[in-house]
T-cell receptor, first 113, second 118 residues
């Protein structure tokens, strides 16, 4: 298996622009998670899905952030409009079931100038 | 309230020696899972080891073992025979397997930076 695939690896954009991050989970995994990592706040869970349904989005910072999972093999995290404080590494992860470990993608390093 | 506490921001160990990275957790649930991840400077998150709350034996994976003390709510990671490639950030995490309809998210500690000296 190819593992969790995220794209792009790096994204540099200007404040106010829309940013879309993409994730392909491991085939057969029922859970998908979006995390954000910064030096100040560590790893923060933004949202997670179970069988393509959003379960907990309490970590989404504000209305500028939205996430979708239209099918079992694809998810997006969108920021519109982006702000410099959104600069971070965004990780997507998937797990087989509720007891299994999370497998992480390589992350997207987002820089908003 | 902090669910996962890693009290050691940084640790140093000599190559070939063993090192213990501390982790304590807080939960009122009876069913949960504890995980350790390694994050090298390249940035990827690598799963190392898992311990279920009902597992009677401490988990082991090669040079990694988890010292699970349920009553103390601690899940320390022990790395034996340290190698230079073990230098990285190490994160402890907990996943609560709550009753139907509850959140099942994985919560991470702040991490411990391990440096292995030659």
């Amino acid at each position: 298996d190819a593992g969790v695939i995220q794209s792009p690896r790096h994204e540099v954009t200007e404040m106010g622009q829309e940013v879309t991050l993409r994730c392909k989970p491991i085939s057969g995994h029922d859970y998908l998670f979006w995390y954000r990592q910064t030096m100040m706040r560590g790893l923060e869970l933004l949202i997670y899905f179970n069988n393509n349904v959003p379960i907990d989005d309490s970590g989404m910072p504000e209305d500028r952030f939205s996430a979708k999972m239209p099918n079992a093999s694809f998810s997006t995290l969108k920021i519109q409009p982006s702000e410099p404080r959104d600069s971070a590494v965004y990780f997507c992860a998937s797990s087989l079931d509720r007891r299994s470990p999370l497998h992480f993608g390589n992350g997207t390093r987002l820089t908003v100038t | 309230a902090q669910k996962i506490t890693q009290t050691q921001p940084g640790m140093f160990v000599q190559e070939k020696e063993a090192v213990t990275l501390d982790c304590t957790y807080d939960t009122s649930d009876q069913s949960y899972g504890l995980f350790w991840y390694k994050q090298p400077s390249s940035g990827e998150m690598i799963f190392l080891i898992y311990q279920g709350s009902y597992d009677e034996q401490n988990a082991t994976e090669g040079r990694y073992s988890l010292n699970f003390q349920k009553a103390r709510k601690s899940a320390n990671l022990v790395i034996s025979a340290s190698q230079l490639g073990d230098s990285a950030m190490y994160f402890c995490a907990m996943r609560e397997v709550l009753t139907q309809g509850g959140s099942e998210k994985l919560v991470f500690g702040k991490g411990t930076k391990l440096t292995v000296n030659p």
